[in-house]
């Protein structure tokens, strides 16, 4: 039995499941079933031992960490398909999340987990370039169609926005979208401050859901690139 538009969601190491609650609130109302995970293994104090410790990557690319988020996704993942078949089925997170979903998509990373590829579609908010996780050539076995959304003040622990460009430069083509929201940081993607960003990212998502490669709608403020 097919059932209703499905999203998973993973937050970043410093969040919790209530950060991305804007997108499931926003959702669910339009007939999306939405599950929003919370990671035991993450929160303000995983990224304040991150900021301030002299080996930020151990800390960020910690293969536990991985080991348990994968663990949640499995039960998640179960859960929303017990008694159906969404269409589509779409794994989504933020920051250490957008890690996590794009490890699941088939990206290779600098832990052993993911590639299992189970999604139809996958959305990276605030996705890694080259850095702490990811190398030169780690997308070019993803297939399925990405959304990837940033903000011009996206800054992170490995530069500015435009290093997260390099994901999706070196995803291969086919049904591959980049959001950039003009102003939007990396806080305010992530569910904290600035409605209007959120705004902007929820009706990109729910086009890219919709409507996967078609053309979007566009709003000002944001920039749009399809690959």
Request: hydrophobic residues 45%; aromatic residues 12%; glycine residues 10%.
């Given at each position: 039995q097919q059932c209703s538009p499905t999203l998973i969601l993973s937050h970043g190491l410093g969040g919790n499941r209530e950060g991305l609650a804007y997108i499931g609130e926003s959702l669910a109302p339009h007939g999306y079933r939405v599950a929003v995970m919370g990671h035991a293994e993450s929160g303000r104090r995983e990224l304040l031992r991150a900021v301030t410790s002299r080996d930020t990557s151990s800390i960020i690319t910690d293969?536990?960490?991985?080991?348990?988020?994968?663990?949640?996704?499995?039960?998640?993942?179960?859960?929303?398909?017990?008694?159906?078949?969404?269409?589509?089925?779409?794994?989504?997170?933020?920051?250490?999340?957008?890690?996590?979903?794009?490890?699941?998509?088939?990206?290779?990373?600098?832990?052993?987990?993911?590639?299992?590829?189970?999604?139809?579609?996958?959305?990276?908010?605030?996705?890694?370039?080259?850095?702490?996780?990811?190398?030169?050539?780690?997308?070019?076995?993803?297939?399925?169609?990405?959304?990837?959304?940033?903000g011009t003040e996206d800054s992170g622990y490995d530069g500015d926005y435009t290093t997260r460009l390099v994901a999706f430069n070196e995803l291969p083509p086919g049904q591959k979208r980049l959001a950039i929201i003009d102003g939007a940081n990396h806080l305010n993607l992530g569910g904290r401050r600035n409605k209007d960003a959120q705004r902007q990212a929820i009706t990109i998502i729910r086009d890219f859901i919709e409507r996967y490669n078609t053309a979007p709608a566009v709003e000002k403020g944001v920039s749009i690139t399809d690959k």
């Open positions: 293969p536990k960490k991985y080991a348990a988020r994968f663990m949640d996704l499995d039960a998640t993942l179960a859960f929303a398909t017990r008694d159906c078949k969404p269409f589509p089925l779409v794994l989504g997170g933020h920051s250490m999340g957008a890690a996590t979903t794009m490890l699941e998509a088939g990206a290779r990373g600098k832990v052993n987990y993911g590639s299992a590829d189970r999604f139809d579609a996958y959305i990276a908010i605030s996705p890694q370039g080259v850095g702490w996780m990811f190398d030169h050539g780690a997308w070019q076995s993803v297939r399925k169609p990405v959304l990837m959304i940033t």
